[in-house]
């Protein structure tokens, strides 16, 4: 029998990873909401998602306070600022599409196991800020009256902002890996030379 091209096995990998992390996430959505399936154990012990969008909302309210607007919590995930307008963040807000994106692209690729986690939480970390940066800025044009640029909602500015940040952490993860390649191939030849 044929073993399986590298590229197919990749790219296995690469589904069913990015397949367990999205789809995972919808069902911890549905499971941790009531009504339906819910289950106080999910909503209590593993309902992630929640703590993302209270870390957004705490992340951005800290950003506007280091600039003095002062800003407002209030129940279901709505951040106010103080006398104005508010935004909702909502499940769709939180990311997890690029998010399981990213984490797919490395789990899929060869390296130890340190260096893959190193890279996804670098890479999380920075796609989890551009978001709060969307966020704080949202929050201010909605209470400035500010238009979205070039009329693009803000749902997909963040899109194109987290992948093309993914694609530069790719080609940064990739170029790390090649560097690698290249050095040891160097190294190799002066030793046989």
Not at 109 to 117: C, L, S
Not at 139 to 163: C, Q, R, S, V
């Amino acid at each position: 029998m044929k073993p399986l091209n590298p590229f197919i096995i990749y790219l296995l990998k690469f589904a069913g990873v990015f397949c367990t992390c999205y789809f995972g996430t919808l069902a911890i959505i549905g499971l941790a909401a009531p009504g339906g399936l819910y289950s106080p154990f999910v909503e209590k012990y593993l309902d992630y998602v929640s703590w993302l969008k209270n870390s957004l909302i705490n992340a951005t309210a800290g950003i506007l306070s280091i600039f003095n607007i002062q800003t407002l919590r209030e129940p279901g995930f709505v951040l106010r600022i103080k006398g104005g307008r508010g935004v909702l963040i909502a499940m769709n807000c939180v990311g997890y599409g690029v998010y399981s994106f990213w984490i797919a692209f490395v789990a899929a690729n060869t390296a130890t196991f340190w260096k893959k986690a190193r890279w996804m939480l670098a890479g999380l970390l920075i796609l989890w800020f551009i978001n709060v940066i969307r966020i704080t800025l949202l929050l201010l044009a909605i209470n400035k009256g500010w238009p979205m640029p070039l009329g693009i909602d803000h749902h997909t500015w963040f899109t194109i902002a987290a992948y093309g940040m993914i694609f530069i952490l790719i080609w940064l993860y990739d170029r790390k890996s090649g560097n690698k390649i290249l050095n040891n191939e160097k190294k190799g030849r002066n030793l046989h030379d």
